[in-house]
T-cell receptor, first 108, second 113 residues
Framework: RKEVEQDPGPFNVPEGATVAFNCTYSNSASQSFFWYRQDCRKEPKLLMSVYSSGNEDGRFTAQLNRASQYISLLIRDSKLSDSATYLC?????????FGAGTRLTVKP | EPEVTQTPSHQVTQMGQEVILRCVPISNHLYFYWYRQILGQKVEFLVS????????KSEIFDDQFSVERPDGSNFTLKIRSTKLEDSAMYFCASMSLTSGEQFFGPGTRLTVL
């Protein structure tokens, strides 16, 4: 089983749509969780940390379910500029493991 | 806002040559990382570095690779004898222990001919 598994997509959605990405991780001792966004040929950039209580940043909502070892990211009212690859990242003992990413394209 | 910087942005080299990729992490961060990303593929962990020594390394990080922090600011990745399959983007990252958040440099694109 992969350490961090994501639906590769691609997700093609119209502007204004709501889209959800899922991620599962294999190591139950993982300690912290993140979503990163990566634009083509650029470095990954931190989008948000993910907490057990769930957290929201504007149009973005992240959820963590430790019992199911599952992380999600919800994007509401998607914009053209949200088009990117979204990476699920899991940290155990300061070692970060990346999912393969989910590609999102938002179309006008 | 502090950021991770990397040089060069693009390095072209002949197979068998040595390359050194340079990174300046964020100044108060203590954990440093190298990753690579082959075009169209996922980000792959190479090595983590803490307290002037390697903390963990992946199976990719074989004897051809080494890391160093020669002074208080630079963090380098050396590939001793490059192969064609080493062509990739190499990202350096540093992490704040207080937040556990990792920040990436803009990457060095390595092309091995």
């Amino acid at each position: 089983r992969k350490e961090v598994e994501q639906d590769p997509g691609p997700f093609n959605v119209p502007e204004g749509a709501t889209v959800a990405f899922n991620c599962t991780y294999s190591n139950s001792a993982s300690q912290s969780f993140f979503w990163y966004r990566q634009d083509c040929r650029k470095e990954p950039k931190l989008l948000m940390s993910v907490y057990s209580s769930g957290n929201e940043d504007g149009r973005f909502t992240a959820q963590l379910n430790r019992a199911s070892q599952y992380i999600s990211l919800l994007i509401r009212d998607s914009k053209l500029s949200d088009s990117a690859t979204y990476l699920c990242v899991v940290n155990k003992d300061n070692d970060m493991r990346f999912g393969a990413g989910t590609r999102l394209t938002v179309k006008p | 806002e502090p950021e991770v910087t990397q040089t060069p942005s693009h390095q072209v080299t002949q197979m068998g040559q040595e390359v050194i990729l340079r990174c300046v992490p964020i100044s108060n961060h203590l954990y440093f990382y190298w990753y690579r990303q082959i075009l169209g593929q996922k980000v792959e962990f190479l090595v983590s570095f803490y307290n002037n020594e390697i903390s963990e390394k992946s199976e990719i990080f074989d004897d051809q690779f080494s890391v160093e922090r020669p002074d208080g600011s630079n963090f380098t990745l050396k590939i001793r004898s490059t192969k064609l399959e080493d062509s990739a983007m190499y990202f350096c990252a540093s992490m704040s222990l207080t937040s556990g958040e990792q920040f990436f440099g803009p990457g060095t694109r390595l092309t091995v001919l």
